[in-house]
């Protein structure tokens, strides 16, 4: 689910891309840092939560066939053993899985993250694997993400999305051509890496339901009362009103499988 710039596949006949690197994963794979022992399995299309980033996603990843917990793939190539660059950071950074503090891109306290041995500078896996480039309709250019302002005559900085101030210590998204500088949430939104139109199976609905995206016509939610704004869950049955919230569904199914795995 990120920007295609490099060598990469395509179906001729759907919209469908894959870097040439993701199209050439293995089936299976061994994790480090993991307790997982047995080699993890590529799947995709599955709507999960990374036991890592905690991104919800339904992108390709890595699930144990015991536990049933499920890696990311930018978080298994994070993970490989090694030095790793990151933004306009000279030195190399090392995973350490029990480091606590707090990461020098969103501000947050994390338990484990990417950490520079010749210096302060800590990431957590969340900002690690942060697009380096993202699309948004405030700017017809792809924004980069920008880990330092250059405006040092501004007084203030805000946000050109949501108006609100921003932390000049923090991570953005910037258009250097149109001077645009947003947060890295406004532009990713909740849930950056799921893809639209992906089918996702609900247990208690006959139907699969697909992801959509409402902008104009909101009906309410079959869960909540509330109407569909945004992200959700549609029945892909002409026939069937059925529409929830993406967060009614994925969230009561996480605790539910929090639940089943205690």
């Known amino acids: 689910m990120l920007p295609i710039s490099d060598p990469f596949y395509y179906c001729s006949e759907c919209v469908f891309f894959l870097h040439k690197a993701c199209a050439e994963l293995p089936k299976m794979k061994n994790v ?3 307790l997982c022992r047995k080699p993890l399995a590529l799947i995709s299309d599955k709507v999960f939560e990374c036991a890592k980033c905690r991104h919800i996603s339904n992108t ?4 144990c066939s015991e536990c049933e917990s499920k890696r990311c793939l ?3 190539i994070a993970l490989t053993p090694g030095a790793r660059t990151s933004l306009r950071h000279e030195h190399p950074l090392f995973f350490y899985k029990d480091y606590h503090g707090r990461c020098d891109a969103c501000g947050n306290l994390t338990l484990g993250a ?3 041995k010749d210096c302060n500078f800590v990431l957590h896996f969340g900002c690690f694997s942060l697009p380096i480039t993202a699309h948004h309709k405030c700017d017809e250019h792809l924004l980069s993400l920008t880990a330092h302002n250059d405006n040092k005559y501004l007084e203030s900085h805000y946000c050109d999305i949501c108006e609100e101030s921003r932390d000049t210590n923090r991570w953005f998204y910037h258009c250097a051509i149109c001077d645009t500088s947003v947060h890295v949430n406004c532009v990713l939104g909740k849930y950056p890496f ?3 139109g992906s089918i996702f199976e609900e247990t208690d609905h006959p139907h699969p339901l697909t992801i959509v995206k409402k902008k104009y016509y909101y009906l ?3 869960k909540c009362g509330k109407p569909c704004e945004d992200l959700s869950l549609e029945c892909s049955k002409l026939e069937c009103k059925y529409i929830v919230h993406l967060d009614c569904v994925v969230l ?3 605790r539910c499988f929090l639940w089943w795995r205690m």
């Open 74 to 76: 930018r978080c298994v």
């Open 114 to 116: 990417f950490c520079c």
């Open 252 to 254: 009561y199914t996480l």
């Open 194 to 196: 799921l893809k639209l």
């Open 32 to 34: 480090w840092h993991e």
């Open 60 to 63: 390709f990843a890595y699930e």
């Open 220 to 222: 309410d939610c079959n």
